[in-house]
Structures are given as structure tokens and as C-alpha cells.
């Protein structure tokens, strides 16, 4: 192997990107309970989801693992069984 020395960076360091104020708005009105879960986790959702959004459930190796829709909400709620799964952590995420 080589080691070689990295040129100096200019310019200012990148800590984040920001989110649109609308989508950072509506994600932090969508709940997602019982957590921990066991058989099956709910969404809890606003009104004012857009049509078409979906979600995704990744285990800790990227994988995914299950997705779906929000169509079929009944009272703002979307339950997701989960009993196939194992036992581990998973990430939701939402597009």
C-alpha cells in the first residue's frame, strides 16, 4: 500500500444539508409508535401527507426489508405488520 499526503481543502467545510421548510414541517408531525415494536408499528400521520408518499423499513445492512404506501389510512393512522421480521433495529424511511 501507498500513503499518500491529501491536498489542502479551501473552502468552507460542509456540515449539512438543509431541508425544504415544508418537508422538515410535516416530518416532524408524522409519529411512528409502539417503539419498541413487536407485531406490528403504526404511523401516525397529518392530514396534509402528499399523495403518493411512501415508506420504507431498512434493516442495519441497507437492506430493505418491507415498504409500502400510506393509502388506506383510517383516522390518520397506517398500521404496518411487522411479525415476519426479526428481532433487530430497523430504519424508517420516508419518501
Avoid: C, H
Wanted: glycine share 10%; hydrophobic share 45%; proline share 6%.
Amino acid at each position: 500500500s501507498v500513503v499518500l499526503k491529501a491536498p489542502v481543502k479551501n473552502g468552507m467545510l460542509i456540515v449539512g444539508v438543509e431541508d425544504k421548510p415544508d418537508a422538515t414541517g410535516l416530518l416532524g408531525n408524522i409519529q411512528i409508535f409502539p417503539n419498541p415494536a413487536n407485531q406490528y408499528f403504526t404511523f401516525g400521520l397529518p392530514n396534509d401527507v402528499p399523495r403518493g408518499s411512501k415508506w420504507t423499513l431498512i434493516d442495519q445492512r441497507g437492506v430493505i426489508v418491507l415498504s409500502g404506501d400510506f393509502e388506506g389510512v383510517v383516522n390518520g393512522q397506517k398500521q404496518v405488520d411487522i411479525s415476519q421480521l426479526a428481532n433487530a433495529m430497523y430504519f424508517v424511511v420516508i419518501t
